[in-house]
């Protein structure tokens, strides 16, 4: 927990030094020598000297929905993330910002030339269960704010709405279950009646979750030149533009019939979610007619079957589309990828915050060949910016 004296000022505003303290310290209390506060504190006192730490008032519980200019306040938040340090070199005695003057340092507040020393404000997103905020640590709070760690934090709100904090204390989080989620799910034979124009074009086809998975039980998904190779050849129609469930079920030599094309469309939709899904969840979500459907995907290359601890997934490789600035953005570049999903991760963790703050955190995101921030928000359809503030569309 945080404490609101400074020992290091309190020495300095009294003429002692801390070599003083130490050898008085290891007389008196040697058990407790190297807590250097505590016995600066205990060494004042007996000096005659009384402590008057600064009147912080009473600190009212409240969430952070709650919170209006000038409340001062306790909140139990969890740290999103850091949003960076502002440093400067200030006044020992008020830590105000010094001026320099002839090489020297000279503080306005106190009126004299002072020995300046480097103090930081540190800012990080904090939240509740109602919304966010960011919250600062001024340079005469000792100690930093973990991510991903809870805390009960007492101080102010600004008139900037950013909460100053004047002390706070680590708050445990309930440890998370082993083996929580996690569930083996038996292996599903599937066989089931298709429409006639496909079963005619899929009937010699090895049954799809027993000799199929055979090919990739060691493998996380077929190298593409491996999945060429087994896709059987096929004439490309002259002067037609095929649409992308047309050049899958012409690669994998099957004529659909528009029902069949609905399916495939959903079933592609589905896959392309989590590109990996266990198979059960197919049966599950879409229904039993849509295994088969598989089976048209591994023919045009572009799904595959693994098997893993007794449970079959799907493995879903999406056919490469032309290259838009889209494309690349969303889909074909990790990079990119990387910085969509922790932006949607912040957007639903915090729900809404403002566009400096979001913009100071995604300056800091270190990703590699990241975009500007103003493309991301061109191109990306899940962020909404309204009112200063930015947010996840629901």
């Known amino acids: 927990m945080s404490v609101a004296l400074d020992w290091k000022k309190l020495l300095k505003q009294h003429g002692f030094s801390e070599s003083q303290v130490r050898q008085w310290a290891e007389r008196r209390y040697p058990m407790f020598a190297s807590n250097i506060a505590l016995m600066t ?10 402590l008057k730490p600064r009147v912080v ?3 009212q519980a409240k969430k952070v929905t709650d919170l209006v200019v000038g409340d001062r306040a306790e ?8 949003l960076g340090e502002i440093h400067y070199y200030g006044c020992p005695e008020c830590y105000t910002k010094v001026e320099e003057r002839e090489n020297r340092y000279y503080c306005s507040k106190c009126g004299k030339y002072v020995e300046a020393e480097e103090y930081s404000f540190k800012r990080y997103i904090a939240g509740d ?3 966010s905020i960011t919250v600062v640590i001024p340079p ?4 930093e704010l973990e991510i991903g760690k809870a805390y009960k934090l007492r101080g102010r709100v600004q008139d900037n709405s950013e909460f100053s904090i004047r002390e706070f204390e680590e708050i445990p989080l309930p440890k998370p279950v082993e083996g929580e989620g996690e569930e083996e799910e038996e292996v599903i034979e599937v066989k089931v009646p298709v429409k006639k124009e496909v079963e005619e074009k899929i009937e010699e086809e090895e049954e799809i979750l027993e ?8 493998e996380e998904v077929l190298p593409a030149e491996e999945i060429e190779e087994e896709t059987p050849k096929v004439v490309e129609e002259e002067k037609k533009e095929l649409t992308e469930i047309e050049e899958i079920s012409t690669k994998a030599g099957v004529k659909l019939g528009d029902k069949e094309k609905t399916m495939l469309k959903k079933l592609m939709d589905f896959l392309s979610e989590r590109n990996r899904v266990r198979v059960s969840e197919i049966k599950e979500n879409l229904g039993v007619e849509y295994i088969t459907l598989i089976t048209v995907l591994r ?20 056919p490469k589309k032309k290259e838009t600035v889209q494309t690349k953005l969303v889909v074909e570049d990790k990079d990119i990828k990387v910085v969509i999903d922790k932006v949607k991760s912040m957007l639903e963790l915090f729900g809404r915050i403002s566009m400096d703050d979001f913009k100071a955190w995604y300056d800091k995101l270190s990703v590699p060949n990241k975009p500007p921030l103003e493309e991301l928000l061109k191109r990306v359809d899940f962020i909404e910016v309204k009112d200063g503030m930015i947010s996840k569309k629901e």
């Not at 909140?75 to 999103?80: A, D, F, M, R, T």
Request: net charge negative.
């Open 211 to 218: 000799e199929g998975v055979e090919e990739t039980i060691e």
């Open 140 to 143: 005469y709070v000792e100690g």
């Open 75 to 82: 909140i139990q938040v969890l740290i999103g993330a850091k």
């Open 129 to 131: 269960d109602t919304g």
């Open 57 to 59: 008032g009473v600190y």
């Open 41 to 50: 504190y205990l060494f004042l006192q007996e000096k005659g000297i009384e």
């Open 299 to 318: 023919k045009a290359g572009v799904a595959s079957i693994k098997k893993q601890k007794g449970v079959y997934y799907v493995v879903f490789k999406p």
